[in-house]
């Protein structure tokens, strides 16, 4: 886990083969480019495609079912497609709006059975109306000197038909009539039967258009990439007969930048950033750690200067959510999720990113489940197998909450230990270390009592690393009296901190709350089903109703818990202890790569 070191590398030229190199760098993919025309800078490269050919492919892309797609096709037109797409688009949106509609319709006349509406010629100037009459108010209606009849009663609702010439008033009728439309309900059901073939040849078309989806991917990503470099172009300083070329390249690929320069007879200079420079943010973890970047990018990078948390946060981010779940029964269920999504998530590298990290929380949730014994919210019995490997007891309030503790101690201190590494060499890097000295200290005093024979050892070490904190924690130079003043104010700033410290500890008191939640919930719901099922009858249908619904509901919401705190435990605690800076990410100058979609 770290952030690759960079070089600044400006690449010199002669004009005329300006694209041809840019083009040859574009393919090395290696360059974060740097603009040297500050006074021309834009926020961001153009978009090299339409609106309309993104839709279009994401349209294409959504189709449940798609064609082997072809490599080649002297038919091919891109503008034809997109046309074709989005106009499938349109009237697959306008057919399912119609069926939806039908359908409704369908059940509105259903209860008043087929037939036609007569005209008002054929009733001899009557019309007539159709009401939907509550059945505690059809004395009313029996009332009423109306002709009527009532061609369907259900347990709520009787069905009325009243002829008259005009429509009845208020006080004959209790309710408004209803608008049954001018179609029969077999001629409905025809139109619905019209508008489901037309929907099954709209369906058709869009998986006949999929055969097309690598070539339109080629061609954005043709497309994309003669954007990139155009807008390159626009970064470069030119005179009439040289340009040159910047960007930062990380050290490992460096000799590769050189063999091409050298092969393409180009001048180059490599020179270390400098302390005013910020280069951007390259991140480098193993592929298994490697979706820690993620959930860092999800929130900030840390500064060039910083560290890497990227793996320590995998790990704490799957032991968060692990301690939210409590449950074995759960995890179990997210296994036989993730090993159903296993293959779909190995089709793209950000996927088999994710799948790591579902694995890692996965695991851990079995694991931490079967400590806190506790399957679906039931325990196992002391003599078990399962029994035997609970070693945890998730109603011992003192005891868990004090292991939320340390494990919140444990993360702040390994996020100190991390920056005084990282500013190893300097006398700033023993403040951290008086922060580890504390927590750890009131950690231990905490874990053995106050009347302990480690007490005073502790309060003398928490001492030490409140002089640690107030002595070094400011980087202001000594020139002349007064700046150890202001150093020792900046440390007395800093030694302030110790509230903080304290409540940032205390906040990982949620994983244990969170944790007795969501097992008391499962608890619950087991009770109130038991309770159910003791009911004669249709006890025990309502009983397991209880048990499926209540139990979805509470891993659905103890996922939601454990993906939110999880993540703010990491990126807001433990951000707050072990990274100080933001920097901006790499992006590499590189050639888009398609790959062609396989079933």
């Known amino acids: ?249 990380p050290e490992k690929r460096l000799q590769d930048v050189m063999s091409f320069a050298e092969r393409h007879e180009l001048a180059c200079t490599v020179e270390d950033p400098r302390p005013e420079d910020e280069p951007p943010v390259l991140l480098e973890n193993p592929p298994r750690l490697a979706a820690g970047e993620d959930l860092v990018a999800f929130f900030q990078l840390p500064g060039y200067r910083d560290w890497d948390p990227s793996a320590v946060i995998f790990v704490s981010f799957a032991l968060f959510f692990a301690m939210i779940l409590s449950d074995a029964g759960y995890a179990a269920v997210l296994l036989l999720g993730l090993a159903l999504l296993w293959p779909k998530m190995g089709r793209s590298a950000g996927g088999r990113r994710m799948r790591s990290l579902a694995a890692s929380v996965v695991g851990a949730s079995v694991v931490y489940g079967v400590l806190v014994g506790s399957y679906f919210g039931v325990a196992p019995s002391a003599g078990s197998v399962l029994g035997s490997l609970k070693i945890l007891e998730i109603n011992d309030f003192n005891s868990m909450m004090r292991l939320s503790v340390v494990v919140g101690g444990i993360h702040v201190v390994l996020a100190n230990l991390m920056v005084s590494w990282n500013r190893r060499g300097s006398p700033v890097a023993l403040a951290p270390l008086g922060w580890v000295i504390i927590v750890l200290a009131g950690l231990t005093i905490m874990l053995l009592g106050l009347d302990s024979a480690f007490t005073g050892v502790g309060w003398w070490l928490m001492g030490t690393g409140g002089a640690l904190i107030l002595l070094f924690s400011s980087e202001r130079p000594v020139k002349r009296a007064a700046d150890l003043f202001w150093r020792l104010l900046d440390g007395l700033k800093a030694v302030m901190g110790l509230s903080g410290a304290f409540g940032d500890v205390l906040s990982y008191l949620r994983l244990f709350a969170l944790g007795l939640s969501s097992a008391s919930l499962a608890v619950t719901f087991n009770q109130l089903a038991a309770q159910a099922m003791d009911t004669p009858g249709i006890g025990l249908l309502f009983g397991l109703a209880i048990l499926a619904l209540g139990h979805v509901l509470n891993i659905v919401l103890a996922i939601i818990s454990g993906v939110v705190h999880g993540l703010r435990l990491n990126l807001i605690e433990f951000y707050n202890w072990g990274v100080s800076g933001e920097g901006d990410k790499f992006k590499a100058f590189r050639k888009k790569e398609t790959l062609s979609w396989t079933q």
């Open 1 to 249: 886990m770290s952030i690759l070191r960079l070089k600044r590398l400006t690449l010199y030229g002669i004009s005329d083969r300006k694209d041809a190199i840019l083009d040859g760098l574009q393919g090395l993919g290696c360059a974060h480019l740097v603009n040297l025309r500050p006074s021309q800078r834009r926020a961001e490269m153009p978009s090299a495609q339409p609106k309309d050919t993104y839709e279009a492919l994401r349209y294409l892309m959504d189709s449940p079912v798609k064609r082997r797609p072809v490599s080649e096709d002297e038919d091919y037109d891109l503008d034809a497609i997109v046309e074709k797409a989005l106009w499938n688009r349109q009237r697959r949106r306008a057919v399912h709006d119609r069926i939806d509609e039908l359908k409704q319709q369908i059940r509105e006349l259903e209860p008043w059975g087929d037939f036609d509406h007569p005209s008002p010629l054929e009733l001899g100037g009557m019309q007539l109306w159709f009401y939907v009459v509550p059945l505690h108010r059809m004395k009313a209606v029996r009332a009423s000197d109306l002709t009527w009849h009532m061609v369907r009663k259900d347990n709520r609702n009787a069905y009325v038909v009243v002829i008259a010439e005009t429509q009845p008033s208020h006080e004959e009728m209790p309710v408004p009539p209803v608008d049954l439309g001018r179609y029969s309900l077999s001629e409905l059901q025809r139109q619905e039967e019209l508008a489901a073939a037309e929907a099954e040849e709209i369906f058709a078309e869009r998986w006949t258009l999929t055969r097309w989806l690598d070539l339109i991917k080629k061609d954005m990503a043709r497309a994309e990439n003669r954007a990139a470099l155009e807008f390159a172009g626009t970064q470069t300083h030119d005179t009439d007969d040289l340009f040159a070329v910047q960007g930062w390249v």
